[in-house]
């Protein structure tokens, strides 16, 4: 069973920088795309940015020119970059790896706390 493993979360100050990670650790068959998302106490979770495999990038309208998403080249990790970080963008992170046919991975999710 492949395992999504995340890092980088942490306490960071407003209008600071995190830079998340999700590592699979093996090959997903037929990946579709790579996202992150996110929940804060009393919300939904909501899409942060994804990419498909062929690279084609989607972002929140909250997030956009603030958060890049990226991967490696062998498409095991996917990055979350995430600037001019504000209190609104406090939460869990997850990370989502999706297959074309329909199966999804998610990550055990990693907190992003944005305080002074």
């Known amino acids: 069973q492949v395992q999504l493993v995340e890092s980088g979360g942490g306490l960071v100050q407003p209008g600071g920088s995190l830079r998340l990670s999700c590592a699979a650790s093996?090959?997903?068959?037929?990946?579709?795309?790579m996202g992150w998302y996110r929940q804060a106490p009393g919300k939904q979770r909501e899409l942060v940015a994804v990419?498909?495999?062929?690279?084609?990038?989607n972002y929140a309208a909250s997030v956009k020119g603030r958060f890049t998403i990226s991967t490696d080249n062998a498409k095991n990790t996917v990055f979350l970059q995430m600037n001019s970080l504000t209190p609104e963008d406090t939460a869990v992170y997850y990370c989502?790896?999706?297959?074309?046919?329909?199966?999804?991975?998610w990550g055990q999710g990693t907190q992003v706390t944005v305080s002074s």
């Open positions: 990419i498909s495999i062929g690279g084609s990038t």
């Open positions: 989502n790896y999706r297959q074309w046919s329909g199966g999804a991975f």
């Open positions: 093996g090959s997903i068959f037929r990946l579709r795309d």
